[in-house]
């Protein structure tokens, strides 16, 4: 059974409390162990990069200390956390008058890092040779033939992390794969690595809006029944805000936006309630009572 | 008698190439104006200047108009431009290294929401350890007049009603030595 | 005449340093170097009597981490180090009202800016007699 040491992040607590139930919920069905981090602190989001880059190293590396200390490597299931955790990662790794500085600071909280832990977005957990083997062969009917949209967003594949070959950085197919062992139909659109505005939609409204018009629109175009994301602020700014992007172009997206472990959760048999599905203000029943659904047999969990 | 520095002032371009000291991008001389960056960028409608154009700024010495300019707080850090820069420029670093810079010169636009909603941020962390959204409401919560408060309103009823709007914030057990740890990287008083 | 001292400006701000310069010009053989980098490069080339530094630079409070280094070093730690910054007004947005805290930097003596240039030249000149005073002990 692989281990990790889970990493939330300050929105699964309450915003995205769903991406969090359904994350253990599928970890628990793949074999994936989940440890959440001790005492974890905030990664500082961009925010802290605008203010003080120092202080935004400072704060991931408390969360890499402590997770050398509990002796496994990080998953994260936040595009934004796994960014600022892998750079971090990364900067240490490579600056040792940083490192040592960091080191500094940490002594505040008795900690120390020396650079062996490892950082991955949660879905790469889920994507290895094994998992995705499991998942071809414990899928079930709930999401086959789905037209799903994978949004991957900008974070979880830039900055490039040197080592990932150019082909996962410009059209990375990982996500596609996961979706195609869980049976649903990963649909090809053009805007799957496009920013989805983050922070935008509190800075500067307007920018944001467009931004979210136009991958909601490029899903559309593909056919698309649903948008999968695979972080809480993407999620959170297509699913809360598609109205604002219909008051502001006089359009009419009743596009459902769900967790990928939302949907891998209902091909493994996890109930809905169980997924958190039901909490969104833009209504993913169709995907969930889709018409070629079989009987509520094959969901032991409840719908 | 001066020794081991050039005998002329630094340009703008050097002065911010000081600050990205630490990254990993080349020098902006580079920059051959193709323009790919701004094609890239996903916000390039809602900034003064674009990416390619405050490069250009930045070579030509141009210092007030680009510590005026609005591009680097409108930049969601998507990562596209240093993704596609053919030179190996890193335009989302620069982006970065400018709102720090106009932050500590105080010529970025006390208006503007980006600043304060990241004044926010920064001391939400430092109080509790982790993120608390509602906090965050005072600086962006009036730009869209009275109907764009009472939409926020009214989105926020329904997130509440769907337990997703966190009422309390939410504090790590080891918040002191985390204020402890930070003040030891900026050596504030009043953090500690 | 015995040879002038030597002093490092590190500075990010060319207007600042080229200030400070102007004030030190008279007395002592100046340099400046507008990155941590290039400062500790210079530092590893020549010697200097005396260490100008600025807080903020680059990434964040990268003077701090220049200082530590610095200390740590056992040919540099003989030097002393002059901060001269524009912490409290740099910051003042973010943490108004904040001073430096004094405890969290390692040097010899801490200046803020804007700096009163007959206070500067008595700072310096204090500074590298007491290291001389210590050199000859």
């Known amino acids: 059974m692989t281990r990790y040491a889970y990493y939330p992040g300050c929105s699964l607590e309450t915003m995205a409390a769903t991406y969090h139930v359904s994350s253990m919920e599928v970890a628990h069905k793949l074999g994936v162990e989940l440890e959440e981090l001790e005492d974890w602190n905030c990664c500082g989001a961009t925010a802290y ?55 500094y600071a940490l002594e505040a909280d008795d900690l120390r890092y020396d650079g ?21 062969r414990k899928a079930g009917e709930r999401i086959k033939g789905l037209r799903v949209a994978p949004y991957y967003g900008c974070q979880i594949v830039r900055p490039r992390r040197p080592g990932v ?58 056919g698309a029944e649903v948008i999968a994301t695979a972080c809480p602020l993407c999620q959170t700014n297509l699913e809360c805000y598609q109205s604002e992007v219909n008051r502001a172009y006089g359009t009419n997206y009743t596009m459902p936006i769900l967790y990928f472990t939302q949907l891998l959760g209902l091909a493994l048999g996890v109930g809905v309630k169980r997924l958190g599905i039901g909490k969104e203000l833009v209504s993913a029943e169709a995907v969930v009572n889709r018409p070629c659904v079989p009987a509520a047999a094959s969901a032991p969990g409840g719908a | 008698m001066a020794i081991a520095t050039p005998a002329r002032r630094i340009s703008f371009r050097e002065e911010v190439e000081n600050l990205l000291h630490a990254e990993e991008g080349v020098s902006l001389i580079r920059c051959i104006q193709c323009a790919t960056c701004s094609a890239a960028c996903p916000a390039v409608e809602f900034m003064d200047h674009t990416p390619r154009e405050l490069i250009a700024l930045i070579n030509a010495g141009m210092k007030d108009e680009v510590m005026a300019s609005n591009t680097f707080w409108t930049c969601a850090s998507c990562y596209a431009c240093s993704e596609k820069c053919p030179e190996g420029i890193r335009p989302a670093d620069v982006m970065y290294a400018l709102t720090r810079y106009s932050l500590w010169k105080d010529t970025f636009n006390r208006d503007w929401v980006a600043p304060e909603f990241s004044r926010r941020f920064t001391r939400t962390i430092l109080r509790t350890g982790k993120s608390y959204e509602p906090g965050y409401a005072p600086a962006f919560i009036f730009e869209g007049g009275f109907p764009g408060v009472v939409r926020e309103m009214r989105m926020a009823v329904r997130l509440l009603g769907k337990g997703r709007l966190p009422l309390l914030p939410s504090r790590i057990k080891r918040i002191r030595n985390l204020r402890a740890m930070v003040a030891r990287v900026l050596p504030l008083d009043g953090i500690q | 005449m015995s040879e002038r001292k030597r002093v490092l400006i590190v500075d990010d701000d060319p207007d600042f340093a080229a200030g400070i310069r102007a004030i030190l010009d008279a007395q002592y053989d100046t340099a400046v170097m507008h990155n941590p980098e290039d400062g500790w490069d210079a530092l590893q080339k020549d010697h200097y009597d005396l260490l100008c530094l600025d807080i903020m630079m680059g990434r964040g409070a990268e003077g701090v981490m220049m200082a530590r280094k610095i200390r740590k070093d056992n040919v540099l730690r003989e030097m002393p180090v002059l901060i001269i910054t ?40 204090a500074l590298i007699a007491a290291s001389e005073a210590r050199k000859s002990r």
């Open chain 3, 86 to 125: 524009g912490l409290r007004e740099q910051i003042a947005f973010l943490f108004p009202g904040q001073a430096v805290h004094p405890g969290f930097v390692p040097v010899d003596e801490l200046m803020e800016k804007p700096v009163e240039p007959e206070l500067l030249l008595q700072k310096a000149a």
């Open chain 1, 49 to 103: 990069s605008k203010v003080d880059e120092l202080l935004a190293t400072v704060l991931c590396a408390r969360n890499l200390a402590i997770a050398e200390k509990q002796g496994l490597d990080i998953v994260a299931p936040c595009n934004a956390c796994y960014k600022n955790l892998w750079t971090t990662n990364a900067a240490m790794k490579r600056d040792a008058d940083l490192a040592e500085h960091m080191n």
């Open chain 1, 116 to 136: 062996r832990v490892e950082v991955s977005h949660i879905m790469h957990a889920f994507v290895t040779e094994e998992a995705l083997e499991l998942v071809r």
């Open chain 1, 165 to 222: 070959e150019l082909a996962q950085v410009e059209s990375p197919t990982y996500f596609e794969a996961l979706l195609e062992a869980a049976g649903a139909v990963a649909v090809a659109y053009p805007y799957k690595l496009r920013c989805c505005g983050a922070a935008l939609m509190v800075t500067n409204r307007r920018a944001a809006v467009q931004m979210l018009r136009d991958l909601l629109q490029s899903a559309v175009d593909a």
